[in-house]
């Protein structure tokens, strides 16, 4: 085989790993739902 065609056979391996590989960490978050400004009024009877 030539030298041209290893080369090329070389790149397109290097290539293919390169596409192949996950490198790229995942980020996980968590989302927290925010607490309420104030507090929802209770029953307390009716009138009072």
Known sequence: MSNSFKALL???LVAFVAA???TAPVEEYV???PEPISEEPTYTGKYK
Request: glycine share 12%; with cysteine.
């Open 10 to 12: 070389a790149l397109g």
């Open 20 to 22: 192949c590989a996950d």
């Open 31 to 33: 989302v927290v739902d």
